[in-house]
């Protein structure tokens, strides 16, 4: 079914306003430091596995922690997005990480079970960090015209590539001037600063905004999907999971997160361990692929909103997300027969540009497919996400040991393709609030 909803006639920020694209700004802000506590460990992977005397398995598996409670949370977690509002829900994430991430370096190196409390402190971070992405699409939902949308999670993402970015050279200068530990106690002083920006500046729609204009708020009431508009309900759980749309999307997802994992998780490692860089040149070099990620999420979404309205959405969104995870997989495949590490790792990062350049449609799409209950639909599809984050942490060393880490790259690149043929399936118009209660 088509949706139905009535083009603003501004084009941007000019009359309009702009407050919306404050809220954007900040969530790109909250985007960027979760990415930075949740990459820090990788960057400190090398440091933890000689206090703690940490196997590569074991390291995937406390990588996996994250992903795991990060992933089996996402669908209650956007559910309290939908139901407590987004503002607040982030404002407790942000206090909730922050004080996991501080916590993590805290752990004794000599009591028995030490791996098992990291994993513990890990696996509840992730149930923290949750929150961050349904709700963001909740406020995209409620503050971004559907022309817009592309571009605003465009901006939201480019928070993970700038987060993910920072964390290397300065994960890599805090450890190597005060220690692994005060860099973790950086990381959530950080969170809880922002935390009270947050607080200050965001509110859950620009109906509980004091400082918007009636220019602006007109604009966006009339750029909202009328079915966002219409009586809210709760969606039952058992009509979420059976959506055959909301299940293709998530397989898609599922496959773009084994894929991203590789980069927040091993990548850094793979650079200073088996190429065999200094610590420095790999915090260079480990930065390129999150370059990439910023500049390519916001590109993507921005190309993908510009030519909605002249090739229409199934080729704005599906085509174009389809397209660019076909191009990462490339890549990523190509990537493994470049012999020099420099080379190899700028073709890696125009994979995980090229990967990036898909993300706004995602949530474009699971936005407009859940109207007023986007936080949930976008849980679930996230958590198809976060659980090929698990198995990529868990796996990628598994076949690297067995195989070689050229064939953990190669398996990455088929998983992507398979990510790209699932877009060809999703219908861009069906949405779920359309629908008779």
Not at 195 to 211: D, F, I, Q, T
Not at 214 to 237: D, F, N, Q, T
Not at 389 to 396: E, F, I, K, P, S
């Amino acid at each position: 079914m088509q949706e139905v909803y009535q083009e603003p006639q501004s084009s941007g920020i000019g009359p309009a306003g702009n407050r919306r694209w404050l809220v954007m700004f900040c969530t790109f802000i909250v985007a960027a430091v979760s990415y930075l506590d949740r990459s820090n460990i990788s960057i400190a992977a090398s440091s933890l596995q000689r206090e703690f005397r940490i196997s590569n398995v074991q390291l995937g598996t406390l990588f996996s922690a994250f992903a795991l409670g990060y992933a089996l949370t996402q669908p209650f977690a956007g559910r309290m997005a939908d139901r407590i509002g987004a503002w607040r829900a982030i404002a407790i994430g942000l206090v909730w990480w922050s004080a996991c991430t501080a916590l993590l370096p805290v752990v004794p190196i000599g009591i028995p079970g030490a791996l098992g409390v990291l994993i513990a402190v890990r696996f509840i971070l992730g149930i923290g960090e949750a929150v961050i992405f349904p709700a963001s699409n909740r406020l995209v939902a409620s503050w971004i015209p559907t022309r817009e949308r592309g571009l605003a999670n465009g901006v939201i993402f480019a928070g993970v590539g700038v987060g993910a970015g920072i964390a290397p050279p300065l994960i890599t200068f805090v450890m190597l001037s005060y220690g692994w530990r005060w860099a973790f106690w950086l990381c959530a002083l950080v969170g809880l600063a922002v935390c009270g920006l947050w607080m200050l500046l965001v509110r859950n729609s620009p109906a509980e905004y004091k400082h918007i204009g009636a220019a602006e708020l007109a604009y966006i009431s009339a750029g909202i999907p009328v079915s966002s508009l219409e009586a809210r309900r709760s969606v039952k759980w058992r009509e979420l999971f059976l959506d055959r749309q909301i299940r293709l999307l998530t397989l898609s997802y599922f496959c773009y997160g084994y894929v991203a994992y590789m980069f927040f998780t091993w990548f850094f490692k793979y650079l200073s361990d088996v190429r065999g860089l200094n610590l420095k040149t790999s915090a260079l070099y480990a930065t390129l692929p999150f370059i990439a990620m910023a500049l390519a999420s916001s590109i993507g979404g921005l190309v993908s909103d510009r030519i909605l309205g002249v090739v229409g959405k199934r080729f704005a969104r599906c085509g174009v997300a389809s397209a660019s995870l076909l191009v990462a997989g490339i890549f990523v495949w190509g990537a493994t027969f470049v012999a020099d590490m420099r080379l190899a790792a700028v073709v890696l990062a125009g994979g995980a540009g090229a990967l990036y350049f898909a993300q706004s449609a995602y949530w474009a799409i699971s936005a407009d497919i859940g109207g007023p209950s986007a936080g949930v639909v976008s849980g679930i599809m996230n958590m198809g996400q976060s659980l090929g984050g698990v198995l990529t942490a868990t796996l990628t060393p598994i076949i690297a040991e067995a195989f070689g880490w050229t064939a953990s790259f190669v398996v990455a690149a088929c998983v992507c393709f398979l990510g790209a043929l699932a877009w060809m399936f999703i219908d861009p118009f069906h949405a779920l609030a359309s629908r008779t209660p």
